[in-house]
């Protein structure tokens, strides 16, 4: 059975850091692309970045520059660094993984892509 368990979330002020971690049991997803998502309260699950089985990166505007997707096949955990977090990223962040094997990550924009869902993890950051 397929798990994943994200963690690093917390309470952080306006434009401190957060690294998100998000390490896969029951399959090992190196030549699988895998991403994260955020829904804030009210709002629509949304996009932020995914990583593709070769390493290629695409994530979205909003957090250009901000936020960097990785992976360690060798621990079989993806990341996501935040930097200069602002109320507007406060969410519960969502880990996911791709069923289909080495696609890249331009094509893992929609949550449709994914198989594979972890429980999530809160990040708020206060003003």
Same mark, same amino acid.
Do not use: H
């Given at each position: ?18 690294? %998100? ?10 030549? #699988? ?28 505007? %909003? ?15 993806? &990341? ?12 519960? #962040? &969502? ?16 949550? %449709?892509? #994914?198989? #594979? ?11």
């Amino acid at each position: 059975q397929v798990q994943l368990v994200e963690s690093g979330g917390g309470l952080v002020q306006d434009g401190a850091s957060l690294r %998100l971690s998000c390490a896969a049991f029951g399959r090992t997803f190196s030549s #699988y692309a895998m991403g994260w998502f955020r829904q804030a309260p009210g709002k629509e699950r949304e996009f932020v970045a995914a990583i593709g089985w070769s390493g290629d990166t695409y994530d979205v505007d %909003l957090v250009k520059g901000r936020f960097t997707i990785s992976r360690d096949n060798a621990k079989n955990t993806v &990341y996501l660094q935040m930097n200069s977090l602002k109320p507007e990223d406060t969410a519960v #962040y &969502y880990c996911a993984a791709d069923f289909w094997p080495r696609r890249n990550a331009q094509t893992m924009a929609a949550a %449709l892509e #994914y198989r #594979y869902w972890g429980q999530g993890t809160q990040v708020t950051a206060s003003s």
